[in-house]
């Protein structure tokens, strides 16, 4: 039997961008339905064990605030935030917990799997659910937080991939480590400052570590063929414990079942060479041992959906501000493809500068095709080099949280999305 259901709003995708939407909108009052294909809540932030929140505050003070901030108390509160980074199981019972607070109807398990438009309207979504049984949502909005733009795409409406060739970023199954003697790890990066990017600091109150270059070059002599350019990993809450950002799927789509399920194959035969080298190599990592391997591959990048603006790398660069700006971001560029990986002597010295932020318009979180169909987190109406920067963390959570706040105007008002967003009010 087909349940029908009548919503305010119906969000697909409940990765962190997903997540922060559903509860600014319940917060507002609308009648939200948040659908997600996994077993929980958090996408990349939680399942994808992507760590840590990515540069979101100047000299000046932080970027984003609202429910991002309150979730960074959160945290805190529960030990589970060391500087900007976080506990990715801390995290998920805190969104759990401000999911049901905020009202929102919450269902796992479930995948869209027919949507009826007309006249550049979303109606209905049809959605299936693993178990074998199938819901009909009816809503004014609909808002695509999957990531991979899948409700723009089953909806019609026009989505990019890749860069200028149609290559995607690398996919990066992530993994968490636990054992490590920070100590050492210290005491070597002091003692060995050329064997790693410039930009690490062994003074910092999280080490964030990218290097080895010397110890890999040795191991691959000794026949370790699985091995990129560098190793890098990023200290967690608790004790001795980090997230490992180093495998690497390259020319791979996300977006094709078959492509994505080789690239977790691939990686996860590298996680076990990894693991295998830095208890070798690595000093501080002797006695480490896996401790996670994320559910969810890290897919920087898939397909992007087109909106009333395409927010360029031209607007990163250029720090620009928009009549209706509605996130704040400061991270840069960020490609991870197979020329980035090979490591210039001039990308090792390089220290990242955040002296001024730059804006995310509205108009690039509303589709172009459809009136009712809000575009967040990294699927995103953005260039290649666009999304490589505003695909962090702090930056999607803030476009949930604008939108969840421009759907109660919408509705109050009932008002088009496109509307709003053209109007800039
Ligand atoms: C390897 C890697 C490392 C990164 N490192 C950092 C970092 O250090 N700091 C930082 O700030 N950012 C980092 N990022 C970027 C950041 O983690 C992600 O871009 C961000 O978390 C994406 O959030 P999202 O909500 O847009 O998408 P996702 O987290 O991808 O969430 C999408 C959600 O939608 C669900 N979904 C997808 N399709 C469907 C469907 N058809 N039906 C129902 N549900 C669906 C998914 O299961 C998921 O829960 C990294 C990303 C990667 C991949």
Not at 276 to 301: N, P, S
Not at 318 to 333: E, N
Request: with cysteine; glycine share 10%; proline share 2%.
């Amino acid at each position: 039997m087909l349940i029908g259901l009548k919503k305010d709003v119906v969000i697909v995708g409940a990765g962190i961008s997903g997540v922060h939407a559903a509860i600014a909108a319940g917060r507002a009052g609308l009648d939200v339905l948040l659908v997600e294909r996994e077993g929980s809540v958090g996408g990349i932030s939680t399942l994808g064990l992507c760590n840590p929140f990515m540069r979101f505050w100047l000299d000046s003070g932080s970027l984003v605030g609202g429910i991002f901030e309150e979730i960074l108390k959160d945290l805190a509160r529960r030990g589970g935030l060391l500087a900007n980074s976080f506990d990715s199981e801390i995290m998920k019972i805190i969104y759990f917990e401000k999911l049901k607070s905020a009202g929102v109807s919450l269902v796992l398990h479930s995948i869209p799997i027919g949507v009826e438009s007309c006249d550049r309207q979303i109606q209905s979504v049809r959605f299936f659910s693993s178990q074998g049984s199938a819901f009909e949502v009816e809503a004014r909005y609909f808002v695509d937080a999957t990531g991979d733009a899948t409700l723009s795409y089953m909806a019609g409406a026009e989505v990019f991939q890749g860069d200028e060739n149609g290559a995607n970023q690398a996919m990066t199954l992530m993994f968490t480590v636990s054992g490590i003697d920070y100590a050492r790890v210290r005491e070597d990066i002091r003692s060995n400052r050329e064997n790693f990017f410039a930009w690490v600091n062994p003074d910092f109150e999280i080490l964030s570590v990218a290097g080895y270059f010397e110890e890999i070059e040795r191991a691959r002599k000794g026949g370790y063929d699985r091995l990129h350019n560098y190793f890098f990993f990023i200290e967690l809450p608790g004790s001795g414990r980090a997230t490992v950002n180093t495998t690497h799927s390259f020319d791979k789509s996300a977006v094709d079942p078959f492509e994505l399920s080789e690239a977790v194959t691939d990686c996860m035969a590298q996680t076990d060479q990894l693991m295998t080298f830095a208890r070798e190599y690595v000093r501080g990592f002797e006695k480490a041992e896996i401790e996670k391997i994320a559910t969810l591959m890290g897919v920087r990048e898939s397909r992007r959906s087109r909106g009333l603006y395409v927010f360029s790398g031209e607007d990163v660069k250029a720090h620009r501000k928009f009549p209706d700006g509605v996130v704040r971001a400061t991270y840069g560029i960020d490609v991870h493809n197979r020329s980035t990986q090979q490591v210039s002597e001039e990308e090792r010295k390089a220290i990242p500068l955040y002296d001024d932020y730059y804006e995310i318009p509205l108009r690039s979180l509303i589709s172009a095709d459809l009136d009712n169909l809000a575009i967040i987190g990294r699927c995103f109406s953005s260039d290649f080099s666009g999304q490589s920067a505003a695909r962090v963390m702090p930056t999607v959570a803030g476009m949930g949280q604008a939108i969840g706040q421009v759907l109660h105007r919408a509705i109050s008002r009932g008002e088009n999305l496109s509307e709003i967003a053209i109007d800039g009010r």
